[in-house]
């Protein structure tokens, strides 16, 4: 079993900056992949980033590409998403996700929810206008 665990959510205004962190219980053993998920209100989750946690390419949804940056410290079992100029729209509650296989396997996508085993219990980011 695989605990996360996210900090670092809050408000802030528009064009701001925010950095989340997810701790994880244990990482190279069980973790292939760790990615951000998020659920505006009223809205289904959707992938926001992900990486392979032995490092290498990461992967980001069109919506927040070259504002947010996902990244590890393999060291520490942490993950972190980096969020800058953000805007109201980014506003949802973000989840850390991790599976057991890599991101990407064969025909699949790293940002399928059904794919990932655990999940933390959300942080909250407002962004006001």
């Known amino acids: 079993q695989v605990q996360l665990v996210e900090s670092g959510g809050g408000s802030v205004q528009a064009g701001g900056s925010l950095s989340l962190s997810c701790a994880a219980s244990?990482?190279?053993?069980?973790?292939?992949?760790m990615g951000w998920f998020r659920q505006p209100p009223g809205k289904e989750r959707e992938g926001v980033a992900a990486?392979?946690?032995?490092?290498?390419?990461?992967y980001s949804a069109d919506s927040v590409k070259g504002r947010f940056t996902i990244s590890q410290d393999i060291g520490k079992n942490i993950m972190y998403l980096q969020m800058n100029s953000l805007r109201p729209e980014d506003t949802a509650m973000y989840y850390c996700a991790a599976k057991a296989g890599p991101c990407i396997r064969g025909s699949g996508t790293w940002n399928s929810r059904s794919d990932y085993d655990y999940w933390g219990q959300g942080t909250q980011v407002t962004v006001s206008s």
């Open positions: 990486l392979n946690s032995g490092g290498g390419v990461t």
């Open positions: 244990t990482y190279k053993s069980r973790v292939g992949c």
